[in-house]
Nanobody, 116 residues
Framework: QVQLVESGGGLVQAGGSLRLSCAAS????????VGWFRQAPGKEREIVARINWSGGSTGYADSVKGRFTISRDNAKNTVYLQISSLKPEDTAVYYCAAGKLEYAYWGQGTQVTVSS
C-alpha cells in the first residue's frame, strides 16, 4: 500500500506559479509511475502530467505543455508539479496518483484557484 498526500495548492493570481508536492509513505514511490490529475467543477478528471519511475520519461497534456513541469526526488519519496503562467482555467483540485499498469493509489487532492 502507498499513501499519497498532496500539498502546495492555494489561491494565486493569473500569471503566478505554485509548486505542488506529492509525498508518499508506506512503500517506495520509486517503484511507480506517478501522474498528476486535475478536476474542475462540472468537468471530468484529466491527466496533466506523468513521470516514470526513474524520472527519465515525462509526458504532458497539450493544455499545460510549456507551463507545467513534473519532477521527482525518489530519495525524498516525493513527486513535484511546478505550475507556472497560471490561467483561470487551471482552477481545479489537483490529485497525484501512483501505479504500475494502472493508477492504483490516489491522494486526497489539493485545491488550486487562479484569479483573473
Amino acid at each position: 500500500q502507498v499513501q499519497l498526500v498532496e500539498s502546495g495548492g492555494g489561491l494565486v493570481q493569473a500569471g503566478g506559479s505554485l509548486r505542488l508536492s506529492c509525498a508518499a509513505s508506506g512503500r517506495a514511490l520509486s517503484l511507480y509511475t506517478v501522474g498528476w490529475f486535475r478536476q474542475a467543477p462540472g468537468k471530468e478528471r484529466e491527466i496533466v502530467a506523468r513521470i516514470n519511475w526513474s524520472g527519465g520519461s515525462t509526458g504532458y497534456a497539450d493544455s499545460v505543455k510549456g507551463r507545467f513541469t513534473i519532477s521527482r526526488d525518489n530519495a525524498k519519496n516525493t513527486v513535484y508539479l511546478q505550475i507556472s503562467s497560471l490561467k483561470p482555467e487551471d482552477t481545479a483540485v489537483y490529485y497525484c496518483a501512483a501505479g504500475k499498469l494502472e493508477y492504483a493509489y490516489w491522494g486526497q487532492g489539493t485545491q488550486v484557484t487562479v484569479s483573473s
